[in-house]
């Protein structure tokens, strides 16, 4: 598994900007496929977005697209989640997701095998 951790939550106002970063740790990054989930209270976990390795291809959730961005830095072992215009149902706590090496995960979070902490995302209307 990968260690991950999670930089940048925190409280912002309705149609203002955030950016996340998950730095990680233990396994070969170039290789993973990462991914952002979320969760609000009494929820399940959902998908936001993911990138996968090497071709870079991005997917994101319907009610994120258009909105927040995923990328990363192999250089630096690090996902980015640049979220702007949220609004107040982005309210969560966000997570960032490791796949196992060489594969092609989507947005299951079964597909995932290493998890960050999660941080929280507070959008104030």
């Known amino acids: 598994q990968v260690q991950l951790v999670e930089f940048g939550g925190g409280l912002v106002q309705a149609g203002g900007s955030l950016r996340l970063s998950c730095v990680a740790s233990?396994?070969?990054?170039?290789?993973?496929?990462m991914g952002w989930f979320r969760q609000a209270p009494g929820m399940d976990r959902e998908f936001v977005a993911a990138?996968?390795?090497?071709?870079?291809?991005?997917r994101y959730a319907d009610s994120v697209k258009g909105r927040f961005t995923i990328s990363r830095d192999d250089a630096k072992n690090t996902v980015y989640l640049q979220m702007n215009s949220l609004k107040p149902e982005d309210t969560a706590v966000y997570y960032c997701?490791?796949?196992?090496?060489?594969?092609?995960?989507?947005?299951?979070?079964?597909?995932?095998?290493?998890w960050g902490q999660g941080t929280q995302i507070t959008v104030s209307s």
């Open positions: 990138i996968r390795w090497g071709d870079t291809i991005t």
């Open positions: 997701a490791a796949a196992p090496p060489w594969s092609r995960p989507g947005t299951a979070p079964t597909e995932y095998d290493s």
């Open positions: 233990g396994r070969t990054f170039s290789m993973i496929g």
